[in-house]
C-alpha cells in the first residue's frame, strides 16, 4: 500500500512538473485584442510559446501590475506613450532587458538607455484642416496655434490626455519652459471650446466646423478612413494633414512600446516574445493593420499613412519626455487648460 502511495506521488509530481513546465508568456495589453492577437497568434505558431494576453485600459494595467506586486502574473507589457512606460519603470514594475535586435533595430532616442523599455511604432501628432480650406495651403508650426489671429479656432483634447501631456513636455525639452508656457497660455486662447473627448471627436468637431484647426494623431485619422461606418469615412476624406515644424525641430512623434516586467515568471519566453514584436513581419503587421510608423527601418508605411506624406520628426530622447511629464502637467494646469 505504501509503495501505491509513494508511486502516485511520484506520479503527480511528474505530471505538475510538466504542467509547470509548458512555455509560456503572460501579456498586459493596452491594445485592443483585435489590433494586438493576430500577431501573438504567429509567435505561438513560430514557437510553441504559448500568449495568455489580458486587455485593458493602459494606466489600469498599470495600477494592476503595482497591486499584484511580487505576485504578479504579467511578463510582458504592452502600452501606448513613453510618458506610461517611464512611469511603469519609475514605480519598479520593469526589468532591463537588452539585446542584439533592440539594439540593432530601435532607434536609441525610442528605447531607454538602461533597457527598461523600448519603442514598437512611432505615433505622430500634427495639425489638421478641412481639404480645400484656405487653412489648407498654410504652412504651419504649432506655435502658429497660439497666435493671435486663431481666437476660437482650435480643437484639441483635454491636457488629462497622456499624447498632450508628452507633446508639451517635449515642448519643454526642445525649447525650455518659461517658451513652452507661452504657447500653452496662447493656444488656450485660441481653444474653440472646452476640450472634450478623443482624437477623433477633435476631427469630427474640425469637419462640422466647430473649429479650423484640430490636433490629433495620424492613426485616428486613418482608422476612420478604413472605418467599415461609411459616416466616419466620409468626415475622414474631408481631412488635410499639415506637418508643422518642418523647417526646425519637426512634427511630434511618440510610440507604442514593450517593456519586460519586474517579477516576469516566464522571463525567456517573454524575451523571445519582446524580439518576435521587432522582426520584419511584425513590424509590417502592425503598420498595416494599425497604421502607426514601424521603428524598424525599411518596413513600409501603410498605404493610408503614405498619403499624407513624408514628414520630419522631432527628434528628442522619449526617456526625457516622460521626466518632464509632472512639469508639463502643471504648466498646462496654470495657462487654464482642463
Known sequence: ????????????????????????????????????KPALDKFTQQTDIQVNLITGKADALISRIKTEGKFSPA????????????????????????????????????????????????RARPIMVVKGSAQAS??????????TDLNGKVCVRSSSNIYNQSMISALIHQVGAEKAET?????????ARPPKGGDRDQIKALVAGQCQFAIA??????????????????????VHVIWPNQDDRGAHVNISGAALAKEAP??????????????????????????EYPVRA??????VLSEMGAFKAEQVPLARVGELNTEAVKLMDRAGWK
Open 183 to 191: 504657447f500653452v497660455s496662447g493656444l488656450v486662447k485660441n481653444f
Open 1 to 36: 500500500m505504501l509503495k501505491i502511495i509513494r508511486i502516485s506521488i511520484i506520479v503527480f509530481i511528474s505530471m505538475g512538473t510538466v504542467a509547470a513546465g509548458a512555455a509560456e508568456v503572460n501579456v498586459y495589453s493596452a491594445r485592443k485584442e483585435a489590433l494586438i
Open 266 to 291: 516566464n522571463s525567456d519566453s517573454a524575451k523571445q516574445l519582446l524580439d518576435f514584436l521587432l522582426n520584419e513581419d511584425s513590424q509590417s503587421w502592425y503598420a498595416q493593420a494599425n497604421h
Open 217 to 238: 494623431n495620424t492613426y485616428y485619422l486613418a482608422g476612420m478612413l478604413q472605418s467599415k461606418d461609411p459616416s466616419q469615412v466620409a468626415i475622414a476624406k474631408q
Open 75 to 122: 511578463d510582458v507589457l504592452l502600452t501606448t506613450d513613453a510618458g506610461r512606460l517611464v512611469r511603469a519603470k519609475q514605480l519598479g514594475l520593469t526589468q532591463a532587458y537588452q539585446s542584439d535586435t533592440i539594439h540593432s533595430q530601435v532607434p536609441e532616442q525610442l528605447r531607454d538607455e538602461q533597457g527598461h523599455w523600448f519603442a514598437l511604432t512611432m
Open 298 to 303: 525599411g518596413v513600409a508605411n501603410s498605404p
Open 138 to 147: 498654410l504652412t504651419l508650426d504649432y506655435e502658429s496655434l497660439a497666435g
